[in-house]
Nanobody, 126 residues
Framework: QVQLVESGGGSVQAGGSLRLSCVAS????????MAWFRQAPGKEREGVAI????????YYAASVQGRFTISQDNAKNTGYLQMNSLRPQDTGTYFC???????????????????WGQGTQVTVSS
């Protein structure tokens, strides 16, 4: 069973930055697919970024394109989400998710992922 543990959330003012981390265990990090999702109260879970951990290919939702960067460190079995120019609408609980095998670098669907972290809270104040 894959285990994912997120960290790095917090409270920042609009325009600030945060870097989220996702440590994976029992998982071959270099040959799989990892994504970050977020969920605000009363809203559906939204996929914001995805990375093919084999090729390094990435895809971003339009809402974060140019502000967020997803990356990985295969040696540490860790994925990252660097979030810059944060906005109040970025507030929510952020989850990392992983799946084995193919990685579709397009609109991100939560149903494609079977392994999830517990989430880390990000709050952006205006």
């Amino acid at each position: 069973q894959v285990q994912l543990v997120e960290s790095g959330g917090g409270s920042v003012q609009a325009g600030g930055s945060l870097r989220l981390s996702c440590v994976a265990s029992r998982y071959t990090f270099s040959r799989n697919c990892m994504a970050w999702f977020r969920q605000a109260p009363g809203k559906e879970r939204e996929g914001v970024a995805i990375i093919d951990t084999g090729s390094g290919g990435t895809y971003y939702a339009a809402s974060v394109q140019g502000r967020f960067t997803i990356s990985q460190d295969n040696a540490k079995n860790t994925g990252y989400l660097q979030m810059n120019s944060l906005r109040p609408q970025d507030t929510g609980t952020y989850f990392c998710a992983a799946r084995a095998g193919w990685c579709y670098l397009g609109p991100i669907n939560a149903a494609d992922f079977g392994s999830w972290g517990q989430g880390t809270q990000v709050t952006v104040s205006s």
